[in-house]
């Protein structure tokens, strides 16, 4: 068994909840849905205007560069507020446990479970409820079958020590090592 102290940020929380959301069908939905609805509503009203003035109008210019912009832009914008709102979020929950929140969790790592000890809480993960690990180019990410994840900064002292764990109890990985936020 190995006892490993680790620190958390919230710049790691919140790469790990957005990668998370970023990747799940009702985001990718709601973007698609966005992005694509303004734009054929000013379409169709620049159709309207063509039929019943017989010419395009600057009017009519204008919203199609603004429907351009905004099905090539969106995405940009879309990504933004998310962040931001994971990040209110995770403030939020910050102030919300105050004295009770740490920075720093124990773990205890051996090949039937996975500890996790912090302010006297303890959390135990069987390695089988582990889904997967995912590789980032900056983080390691943890998914729990249950719902939850833990994101591992690969910049921490500790880095080496977990993916030497994570890989020899044969977790399912993947790399994602082009997504950035």
Known sequence: ?????????????LIG?????????????????????????????????????DTISWFGIVLLILSILW??????????????HYRKYLENKKKELGDSYTEEDIFHLNYTDFKIY?????????????????????HLILFIKAGGLIAF?????NYDRFDEYFKSTNI???QDLNWSM
């Open 153 to 157: 900064n690969k910049t921490s002292d």
């Open 71 to 84: 099905f090539f832009f969106y995405p940009i914008r879309y990504k933004r507020l998310h962040i931001k």
């Open 17 to 53: 909840l957005f990668y998370k959301a970023q990747h799940s069908k009702e985001y990718r939905a709601k973007l698609l849905k966005s992005r694509l609805t303004f734009p054929l509503i000013w379409s169709a009203l620049v159709i309207v205007l063509f039929i019943i003035n």
């Open 172 to 174: 399912p990985t993947e």
């Open 118 to 138: 912090s302010d006297g809480v303890e959390l135990s993960i069987p390695i089988s409820r582990i889904e997967k690990l995912v590789e980032l180019n900056t």
């Open 1 to 13: 068994m190995d006892i490993v102290k680790e620190k958390f940020t919230l710049e790691d929380n």
